[in-house]
Structures are given as C-alpha cells and as structure tokens.
Antibody, heavy 121, light 107 residues
Framework: EVQLLESGGGLVQPGGSLRLSCAAS????????MSWVRQAPGKGLEWLST????????FSADSVKGRFTISRDNSKNALFLQMNSLRAEDTAVFYC??????????????WGQGTLVTVSS | AIQMTQSPSSLSASVGDRVTITCRAS??????LGWHQQKPGKAPKLLIY???SLQSGVPSRFSGSGSGTDFTLTISSLQPEDFATYYC?????????FGQGTEVEIK
C-alpha cells in the first residue's frame, strides 16, 4: 500500500524558510515522479512542482520558481520542498503526491495527508 | 499555461441522482486529464485518469469521458459518501493546472 507522510510544516515569519519532507513507502520510490501541491485555506488545489524518478528533471510553477526547490533522496525514499522567502500568501496545506510513472509525464495517483504551513508574524 | 474551466462551481443533488461535472481546457490536451475527489479536511483522491480510466478501487458509478478540450465526470447514482469537491487536473503539459473545483452538496 502506498503511503506518503509529509512533515516539516509549522508557523514561520514572512521572509523565513522552511523545508518540507515526504516519507514514502509501499512502492519503489525511484521509479516514480513525485509532486508537491498546495491548498490555501478555503481555496482550490494548486500544483507547485514535480521531480522525475531519477531526480534529473524538475518542473515548477512560476508562482514559486526561484523561491521553492523540489528535491529527492532515493536512498531514503524521501521527497523534499525547500521554501525560501516565504510570504503570507504561501499559507496553505502542502501535499506530496505520487505520479503513475517516472518521467513527470504521468498523472498523479496517490496523495499524502498534507502538512500545514502558516506564514505570519 | 493551459486553463481548466470547471462547471458548475457547485451543485445540489439528492442520493440516487445522476450527476455530471464538466471541465474545459483552453487548448487540446488529448486525454491527459484526471478527476480527483476531496472531502472536507481530507487529502484528495484520484478517481479517473487518462480521461476515462477508472482508478483501482474506485466504485464503478464514477465514469469519465471526453478528449481534446471537453471532459465530463459522471456519477451514475449519487451516494451519501460522494458529497465532496471534485477537481479536474491536466497533465498534458507544464505547468499542470487544476480546475477551480465543483462542490457537490446534499439537496
């Protein structure tokens, strides 16, 4: 059974940094691309970033390009999102998600339970 | 970026009703579209991928159709556990984009 467990969320001041983690289990982690998606309070889903199974390709939304960096450690079955220069509008629940394939051109098929990031002074 | 326009934004329906939600892409996305269900306070869940393929474990009352720019999610007989918000997501090109969501409420 696929399990995705996010961690690292919390309260951070504007301009601060935070690193989210996603621990994966139940599948061959390196064979699947992984993504981060967020949801601001009361709002819809927003795709942020995807990384291929090997980690050799990454894709990011313009809204976070240059501030957020996706990475992975296949030896530890872990996905990361480094978030810098955080703004109040980054306040959201952040979900990690698994793709159906390794390239970054397959659909999302599994989701973690999410971790809340609050940016406030 | 490809824009995904979902309609309606909300609907009220009764148990047993047939429900249809549509998603329109701003350009041809072949069949690279998924439908995800989200219940309040919970993570989304994949229902349909590649426009019409039922994800394993999802009840057969859910179905998807369409290709190109126009797509439909149909619930053939609405059940109490189906009251939720539904999102379409295109994975044809980056940036991936979601529809704005359709909230299905109890009438």
């Amino acid at each position: 059974e696929v399990q995705l467990l996010e961690s690292g969320g919390g309260l951070v001041q504007p301009g601060g940094s935070l690193r989210l983690s996603c621990a994966a289990s139940g599948f061959t982690f390196s064979s699947y691309a992984m993504s981060w998606v967020r949801q601001a309070p009361g709002k819809g889903l927003e795709w942020l970033s995807t990384i291929s199974g090997s980690g050799g390709s990454t894709f990011s939304a313009d809204s976070v390009k240059g501030r957020f960096t996706i990475s992975r450690d296949n030896s530890k079955n872990a996905l990361f999102l480094q978030m810098n220069s955080l703004r109040a509008e980054d306040t959201a629940v952040f979900y990690c998600a698994k793709d159906k394939g390794d390239s970054g051109y397959y659909p999302i098929d599994s989701w973690g339970q999410g971790t809340l990031v609050t940016v406030s002074s | 970026a490809i824009q995904m326009t979902q309609s309606p934004s909300s609907l009220s329906a009764s148990v047993g009703d047939r429900v249809t939600i549509t998603c329109r892409a701003s350009q041809d996305i072949r069949n690279d579209l998924g439908w995800h269900q989200q219940k309040p306070g919970k993570a989304p869940k994949l229902l349909i991928y590649a426009a019409s393929s039922l994800q394993s474990g999802v009840p057969s009352r859910f179905s998807g159709s369409g290709s190109g720019t126009d797509f439909t999610l149909t619930i053939s007989s609405l059940q109490p556990e189906d009251f939720a918000t539904y999102y379409c997501l295109q994975d044809y090109d980056y940036p991936r984009t979601f529809g704005q969501g359709t909230e299905v409420e109890i009438k």
